[in-house]
Every structure is written in structure tokens, then in C-alpha cells.
């Protein structure tokens, strides 16, 4: 009888929480209609040589929305004790990388991969993620809240979040056009995250400005690097074969490959391109990332586990690990650059990839600081 009672009291009480937590309950109606709904769009400049960006039909980009998307972005209020935002792993001065091998979420869990940058990202048509298992960034800002390892929150807390926000409520109705809060929903938040991503180009770096004949010359040290990266050296130097696959302009293919990274063993025990395709020929394979930013993005690879540029021409230079699917610009002490000096210039080459207008431009900056 006595434990009946507990067990009665206990339900009651996690039903009231359960009230509580419902913001059709509880919380009250507000109508916004007040509010005028008039979003403008916002062009985001495609810059010289650059393809054109993608954007879904049913997610124009409106500077109302960009702006939602930006305080979305750096707002705790999307995980669970308000401790993280995307910002914590999405640094704009690390190029919205965070500087850890792995990234760390809530309660200081060690998550399994290495935060990527979000330099360009609207130009991604291929995949997110380092194994392409997400097809959008639409798709793709609907994770990392409910991932135990980021943010690991529920949905519909979230929303009941912004619902009661009196700002967001007005952000939403300018952004979306909703009649009242209640009509906040997960895919509004996804999508003004998308939009505000979507602005995050990056055209400024020396070789940028190169390019565009907006200064004449890279030093000889860097316009070598960059013939060995091109495959263009002419003999005089090792080739790196590296714009097979982190083609100039946005320095990615926007493709999978294997780089040697893992062996066969280890492929196997690690979710790779494979687990998303079901391919065999997709083993041990993961995108090959922009090197935009490189120098600011360190420690390297899916997995954080190369600290430096310096081990990451170590790592192609000697092939890295022998496995089946290995691919074939990746031989062991193929074509690569071997020397001493050989790896300066091609390091010195990547290190003008670095775009410091990007990752000072205020337009991208904490919403909460200014
Ligand atoms: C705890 C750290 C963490 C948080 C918080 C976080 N991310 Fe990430 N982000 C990562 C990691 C790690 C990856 C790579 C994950 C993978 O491949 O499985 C990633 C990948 C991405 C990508 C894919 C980039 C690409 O090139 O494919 C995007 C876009 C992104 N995050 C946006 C966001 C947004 C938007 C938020 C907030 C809603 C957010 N992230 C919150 C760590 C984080
Ligand atoms: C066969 C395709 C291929 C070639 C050739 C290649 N890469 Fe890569 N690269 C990749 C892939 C795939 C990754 C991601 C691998 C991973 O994370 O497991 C990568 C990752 C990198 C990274 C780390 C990116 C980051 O954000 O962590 C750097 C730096 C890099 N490559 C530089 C180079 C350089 C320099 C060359 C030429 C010497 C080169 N790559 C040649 C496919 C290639």
C-alpha cells in the first residue's frame, strides 16, 4: 500500500513536470500579427571564378532570417543546460573549427570526430559531415541538438524555449511570417541556421586575391608550392597530386576518397563512407575537405589525429597506411613531395589559402557581444 503510494505520487509528480514541459499546455497564445512580415531578400555575393551556390526553392535566404540563423547560432539556449551553442565547436577566429582532435560537448563528453569548417559550406552538394551522411544543411542543423555528445537536448524543449522568448517570438514572425509563437517549429530554426551558414564565404586569402590579379605575385617560395600542389611543376619539383582531390577554387572535389588514413582493420571498426553507401569501393573513404583556412584548422583529419600541417605532408609524403582501398594518388613515397625544402614551399602555398577578412568580418560575429 505504502509503496503504491509512493509510485502514485511519483507518477503524479513526473506528469505535472510532463504539463510543464508541453507548450501546448501551459503557455499562453501570442498572437504576432501586429508585427509586420515584409523579409527582404539577401544576395549573397558569389565571388569571381567561384561556382554558383545552391540554395532549396523553399528556403530563400531574407536578411531576417540570416540574422535569426546568427543569434540562433551562438545562443546556449539550443542545448540542454544552456552551456554549448554551435559556436562552442564552431569557432569564427579557428575558421568555425574548434581546435580539438575531437570535439567536446555537454558535461565535457569527448564526441568521435573532429569539428569541420564552415568556410563555403553553401557550396557543399555532395554530403555533409566527414562521411556525407546528411544531405542538406537544412537536414544536417537538426542534429547536433539531439546528439547526446553536442547538445543533447530535446526538440521540443527547444521550441518551447523560443516559443515563451519574447525576441525569438518576434524574430520568428519577421523571419517566417508565423501568426502567433505557437507555430515556432524545428524546421524554422533549421532553416534560418542554414541561411545565416549559407553567408559564410570565404574569398579574401593572398591566393584569392592572386587569382583576381588583385596583387601580382605569391612569393616564388608559394607559387612553387602552389605548382607542386596543381601537378603543374613541370618535373622541376614533386608533384603532390593534391588538387585531384582538393580542386582550386573552393579546394575540395567535393568527393570521397580513402587518404590512407586507416588500415584495413581499422576501417572496419570505424563509420566511414561505406556505412552511409552500403559500397564496398567506399571503405575507409571520407570527404576531402576544403583546405581553405587550412593553417587555421589544426589538428588534421576526421579524426584530429595529424596536429600539424608539418604531419600532414609527413602523412602523404610516406602514403599512410596500406589498406585494399587505398587510393591510387596516395602510393607509398609516390609522387609527393619528399624533400625538406619541397614540403616548406608546399606548406607556405597552403598557409595563403588563410582568409583573415573571413574570420574578422563582423557579419559573422557573437550577435550577443555587439
Ligand atoms: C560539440 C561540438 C559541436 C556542436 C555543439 C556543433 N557541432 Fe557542428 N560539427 C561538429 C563535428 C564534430 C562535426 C563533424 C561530425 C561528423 O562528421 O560526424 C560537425 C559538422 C558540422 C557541419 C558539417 C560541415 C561539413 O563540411 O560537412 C555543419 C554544417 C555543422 N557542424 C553545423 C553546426 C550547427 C549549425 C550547430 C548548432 C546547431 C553545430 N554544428 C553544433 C561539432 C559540433
Ligand atoms: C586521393 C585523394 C586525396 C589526395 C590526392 C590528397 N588528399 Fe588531402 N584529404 C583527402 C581526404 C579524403 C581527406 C579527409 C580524410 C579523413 O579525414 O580521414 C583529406 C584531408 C586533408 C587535410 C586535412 C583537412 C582537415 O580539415 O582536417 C589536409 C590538410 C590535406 N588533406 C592536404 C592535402 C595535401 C597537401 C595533398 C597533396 C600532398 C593532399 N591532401 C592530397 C583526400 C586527398
Known amino acids: ?33 501586429n508585427i509586420a512580415y515584409n523579409p527582404s531578400a539577401h544576395t549573397i555575393p558569389i565571388p569571381p571564378l567561384f561556382p554558383q551556390m545552391v540554395i532549396p526553392a523553399d528556403n530563400p535566404t531574407t536578411q531576417e532570417g540570416v540574422l535569426l540563423g546568427r543569434f540562433l547560432f551562438y545562443d546556449p539556449i539550443m ?14 577566429e579557428l575558421s568555425f573549427t574548434d581546435g580539438l582532435d575531437k570535439s567536446i560537448g555537454i558535461d ?31 537536414i544536417q542543423a537538426l542534429h547536433p541538438v539531439e546528439d547526446p555528445n553536442e547538445m543533447d537536448e530535446k526538440w521540443p524543449n527547444v521550441i518551447r524555449k523560443l516559443q515563451v522568448h519574447p525576441t525569438y517570438q518576434q524574430m520568428f514572425r519577421k523571419a517566417f511570417g508565423i501568426k502567433n509563437n505557437k507555430e515556432i517549429t524545428k524546421e524554422m530554426v ?20 592572386f587569382i583576381r590579379q588583385e596583387i601580382l605575385d605569391l612569393d616564388n617560395d608559394e607559387f612553387e608550392g602552389m605548382s607542386m600542389f596543381n ?5 622541376a619539383l614533386k608533384d ?64 584530429g589525429s595529424l596536429a600539424s600541417l608539418d604531419d600532414v605532408i609527413e602523412h602523404y609524403s610516406t602514403g ?30 597552403l598557409n595563403t589559402l588563410t582568409d583573415t577578412e573571413f574570420i574578422n568580418n563582423p557579419a559573422f560575429k557573437n550577435p550577443f557581444e555587439q
Open 79 to 92: 542545448s540542454r543546460d544552456s552551456s554549448i551553442s554551435c559556436a562552442t565547436c564552431h569557432k569564427q
Open 190 to 209: 533549421a532553416k534560418a541556421l542554414a541561411q545565416f551558414q549559407r553567408t559564410m564565404v570565404s574569398a579574401g586569402s593572398k591566393y584569392d586575391k
Open 108 to 138: 565535457g563528453k569527448v564526441g568521435k570526430r573532429s569539428s569541420m569548417s564552415l568556410a563555403n559550406i553553401g557550396f557543399a552538394n555532395r554530403g555533409l559531415f566527414w562521411d556525407g551522411r546528411v544531405s542538406s544543411l537544412e
Open 240 to 303: 603532390g597530386g593534391c588538387a585531384h582531390c582538393h580542386s582550386p577554387v573552393l579546394f575540395t572535389a567535393d568527393n570521397y576518397f580513402n587518404n590512407g588514413l586507416l588500415t584495413d582493420a581499422q576501417q572496419a571498426m570505424t563509420q566511414t563512407r561505406f556505412n552511409v553507401t552500403g559500397f564496398n569501393s567506399d571503405m575507409g573513404k571520407f570527404r576531402a575537405v576544403s583546405l581553405r583556412n587550412i593553417a587555421l584548422t589544426a589538428p588534421y583529419m576526421h579524426d
Open 320 to 349: 599512410g597506411v596500406p589498406s585494399t582501398n587505398v587510393d591510387g594518388l596516395i602510393p607509398e613515397h609516390g609522387a609527393v613531395p619528399t624533400s625538406a625544402s619541397e614540403k616548406d614551399k608546399l606548406i607556405k602555398f
Open 231 to 235: 601537378d603543374n611543376s613541370g618535373g
Open 1 to 33: 500500500m505504502r509503496s503504491c503510494i509512493i509510485l502514485l505520487f511519483t507518477v503524479l509528480i513526473a506528469f505535472s513536470g510532463c504539463r510543464k514541459d508541453d507548450p501546448q499546455v501551459d503557455d499562453p497564445i501570442v498572437d504576432l500579427q
